[in-house]
């Protein structure tokens, strides 16, 4: 749990500055469950440079409440909690600061997204708060003030968090935790998840990650494995002391996201995944200047439209394609399909603009594009980017983003491996669902 926070100060000598507001936001990694937000009164002046960036002046805060009278409150929407903010040392001193006045020794865990940033985004040209969001493209409102900033941090923050694909902001969190506090009973783990879609992780008492996994309700999923007598999943009951989860929208994020922890950070009871493919798809052109698509055994250095794990899947696949875009004929049984032969070039360029369309819909090898999907909630849509025919990653926007702007899409994409294995999920995902929005963008304004 994260209490994410901001604090606006009279300014001043060090620690000798007064709190004007506060903002915090209890944070669960997915939602907001509390929040606190206050003017605070200082007892003492602000300072004038104070006043020109925040708005926030004496007379505002003449019956707003005095620190020991929302001590209390602070304290217990960040219980059990790491602070987290933009430049956390300065927050965390000034809460200790205004604490020691009152003789409470207040501690805390706390994370800083500005160091987490320069980790997880080092791309970025700059670090501030305001700049960091912008080139994110993250909205904010009331920047400078106590609630519009911590808002803002905490979008930062689950951004971040779905950057972390090693998962260590989790893992020394958990490093730090006392064992007393973790559930003991494997049923009060499983009444803590979701009955949504995503990823979940389960880790011992060290904060190592021992196994994760997808699926479409992941309560039901994590359950089954604490009832299952197997005897891998009566080491994992024994072992876990708590799961975390990730939701994700929709299944391909999750499976995606399972592929590429999974190969990152090896958990010692996952099975390596092997994707063993022995057919594919293939564009040919022949003497006859037609285009064909073929079926034939997998090879890694051809170029491929799509990849199968088996002959009969592959055929199946040829013949709806063929069958969609008008290209079957009356023996469409044979693994090269023979077209009623064109009469002449102009039956030739059609039938070729015909057979390029279908490769242009279900390939993933050519051109730069993003699938969009639904994402983790009704104002959020999920994204993969493929750049001149290679896997960038994932991510996910507010419906208000525009993603015409190709920069900040790739800021908000978690970087991800062009492994088979994600593009088989993606081409059978794509499959499935032809009404999936694509959005295709400029090659030439495109930088790797």
Do not use: W
Not at 78 to 101: G, K
Not at 212 to 233: D, W, Y
Not at 292 to 304: A, G, I, P, T, W
Not at 401 to 430: F, G, K, W
Request: proline share 3%; hydrophobic share 35%; charged share 25%.
């Amino acid at each position: 749990m994260y209490a994410v926070l901001d604090i606006e100060t009279t300014g001043g000598k060090y620690n000798e500055e007064g709190i004007t507001e506060i903002a915090i936001y209890r944070f669960d990694g997915h939602k907001v469950e509390d929040q606190f937000i206050s003017l605070i009164n200082p007892e003492k002046e602000i300072q004038p440079f104070v006043v020109k960036l925040t708005g926030i002046n004496n007379k505002m805060l003449h019956s707003a409440p005095k620190f020991y009278e929302v001590a209390k409150r602070i304290i217990e929407i960040t219980d059990n909690c790491t602070l987290v903010a933009h430049n956390a040392q300065f927050d965390y001193r000034i809460l200790q600061t205004e604490f020691r006045r009152l003789g409470y020794d207040y501690q805390r865990k706390s994370l800083c997204t500005v160091e987490l940033s320069k980790e997880l985004l080092p791309e970025q040209p700059s670090y501030s708060l305001g700049k960091l969001v912008r080139a994110l493209g993250i909205p904010v409102s009331d920047r400078h003030r106590a609630n519009g900033d911590a808002m803002a941090t905490v979008k930062l923050f689950k951004l971040l968090l779905s950057k972390d694909v090693n998962k260590k902001i989790v893992q020394n969190n958990i490093r730090q935790e006392q064992v007393g506090q973790l559930n003991p009973r494997l049923i009060e783990i499983v009444g803590r998840l979701p009955s949504d879609t995503g990823v979940f992780y389960m880790y011992n008492a060290d904060g190592e990650l021992i196994y994760l996994s997808k699926s479409s309700n992941i309560r039901k999923k994590v359950n089954k494995i604490f009832i299952n007598s197997a005897p891998k999943n009566r080491k994992i009951q024994k072992e876990v002391k708590t799961v975390s989860f990730d939701l994700t929208g929709n299944i391909l994020i999750a499976e995606l996201k399972e592929i590429q922890e999974s190969l990152r950070n090896k958990p010692r009871y996952n099975s390596k995944r092997k994707q063993k493919f022995t057919h594919a798809l293939y564009l040919n052109q022949q003497d006859d200047s037609l285009l064909r698509l073929v079926v034939n055994k997998f090879d890694s250095q051809r170029e491929r439209v799509i990849n199968f794990v088996n002959y009969n899947q592959a055929l199946k696949v040829q013949q709806d394609i063929l069958l969609e875009f008008e290209l079957s004929n009356n023996d469409a049984q044979l693994r090269e399909i023979n077209p009623q032969a064109p009469q002449n070039k102009e039956e030739i360029k059609s039938y070729n603009k015909r057979v390029r369309s279908a490769v242009h819909k279900y390939s993933l090898s050519k051109g730069s594009f993003a699938i969009i999907d639904k994402g983790r909630t009704v104002n959020e849509q999920s994204v993969i980017l493929f750049i001149k025919g290679k896997l960038k990653g994932y991510g996910f926007f507010e419906l208000n983003h525009q993603l015409n702007n190709l920069e900040i899409l790739q800021s908000i994409i978690t970087p991800m491996e062009d492994v088979e294995a994600a593009r088989y999920c993606i081409e059978r995902y794509v499959r499935k669902k032809p009404k999936l929005k694509t959005l295709h963008f400029e090659t030439q304004k495109i930088t790797q």
